[in-house]
């Protein structure tokens, strides 16, 4: 590089390879153009569907806390649904799509047809990808090459957003139906039961639990405490009368006879004495069973209670889903509309020409210059004075310059 120590040098350098870099330039152009005009043009159209929050989604058992689900997801289901190999296969069947490329495979052709299409709401800059709040419009968009395609491909796929949403509403709507009439039978199926064993527990403790007909055992009690008052007091008068005649010693006949039935009677009043406390000891155990059983039972009507309130919330909810089935089956639901069918689009797509013709006379003239400098290196000739002095380090006192020879006319 010591041939190119200024501008002089190196503009003398383009000027002796000016035919070279000239040729190369012109082959890259032409190399450029050849390569634009091969791009094909592609055709975008797209069509405007209408959408509400549908009440079969926003309802039923996988709604979510919030009364519905995001419109996000909803969108991306639909696209999942409609992006199936399937649904594109049968797209591509349709429209006979790669009768000029049988040699593509069809992985490579169904994800090519799934890059060609995007459905995306309009939402004016607001971003819905984890809102509840529905965007309204909905625009399905189809890139093909050529303009009867793109317009034909978005319609179908419009038309399979509008099928796609009759058929989500039909199976949600069923599955909500489904789902709390099982709930209902479910909660009926466990009243039953507690019931059943709510009378069962009755009748095993029908002795303790206080009915109207059984429970008298407070009178009962009452009663016994006033009967061993009496006893009480009669054996106290009759112990008090034994005593004193026992006193006396020496006793006739007669007071012998008294004697026995002051006894006998003592006898008398202490069994029936023990009885009564027997039955007071047994009527205060079966209180405290009564209040055990008691308790069993309020435990029961509270469970029955609580079952025969998410019935009563089951019997609604399932009757709303019959409301929205009849609905969805008389078309007076919730649907998408579609506003605006693809028309076929006037103009092609920028497909890439001007950038390519660009790029590529930009290349080519980098590589003229490249080819230019590396002949230069190749062949280091010594020009003119600032050369030889830089080179050699020695001033030329003389310089001839090149003379060249006029030709006689």
Same mark, same amino acid.
């Given at each position: ?237 009759? *112990?008090? /009368?034994? $005593? ?6 020496? #006793? =006739? @006949?007669? !007071? %012998? *006879?008294? /004697?026995? $039935? ?6 008398? #009043? =202490? @069994?029936? !004495? %023990? ?135």
């Amino acid at each position: 590089m010591g041939s190119l120590g200024s501008i002089g040098d190196i503009v003398s350098m383009l000027w002796r390879r000016r035919w070279i870099m000239g040729t190369t330039i012109l082959a890259g152009a032409a190399v450029s153009y050849q390569v634009a005009i091969s791009q094909p043009h592609s055709y975008q159209a797209s069509a405007i569907l209408q959408i509400e929050t549908p009440r079969s989604l926003s309802e039923g058992p996988r709604a979510g806390t919030g009364g519905g689900i995001p419109a996000g997801y909803w969108l991306q289901l639909v696209q999942a649904r409609l992006m199936v190999r399937e649904n594109i296969q049968t797209l591509i069947d349709k429209f006979d799509l790669f009768s000029d490329t049988p040699q593509m495979t069809e992985a490579i052709q169904v994800e090519a047809v799934r890059r060609a299409f995007r459905i995306e709401p309009i939402t004016s800059g607001q971003y819905y990808g984890n809102s509840d709040q529905w965007p309204g419009v909905l625009r399905v968009t189809a890139t093909m090459s050529t303009p009867e395609l793109a317009a034909d491909m978005a319609n179908e796929m419009a038309r399979s957003v509008l099928d796609l949403n009759a058929n989500t509403q039909t199976e949600r709507t069923l599955e909500t139906l489904q789902f709390y009439s099982r709930e209902e039978a479910r909660i009926a199926a466990q009243i039953n039961a507690v019931e059943d064993e709510m009378a069962s527990f009755r009748n095993e403790h029908l002795d303790v639990l206080p009915t109207t007909v059984l429970d008298n055992r407070p009178d009962e009690m009452r009663t016994i405490d006033g009967e061993l008052n009496e006893i009480s007091g009669e054996l106290l008068e009759t *112990r008090s /009368a034994y $005593e004193e005649l026992v006193s006396r010693g020496t #006793l =006739s @006949t007669i !007071e %012998q *006879r008294q /004697a026995r $039935e002051i006894e006998s009677r003592i006898q008398v #009043l =202490s @069994t029936r !004495e %023990q009885q009564l406390q027997d039955r007071m000891t047994e009527i205060r155990a079966s209180g405290r069973r009564s209040v055990n059983a008691e308790a069993q039972m309020q435990a029961f009507e509270r469970r029955l209670v609580n079952l025969r309130e998410q019935q009563a919330e089951m019997s609604a909810r399932r009757a709303a889903a019959e409301t929205a089935q009849r609905l969805n089956v008389e078309q007076e639901g919730e649907q998408f509309i579609l506003l605006e069918q693809a028309v076929q689009p006037d103009y092609p797509l920028s497909s890439g020409r001007k950038k390519i013709m660009v790029f590529g006379l930009a290349g080519s003239m980098m590589l003229a210059l490249a080819i230019a400098v590396l002949l230069e290196m190749l062949k280091p000739v010594l020009r003119s004075a600032g050369q030889m002095e830089r080179g050699t380090g020695l001033r030329p006192v003389v310089t001839i310059p090149e003379i060249r020879e006029k030709r006689s006319g």
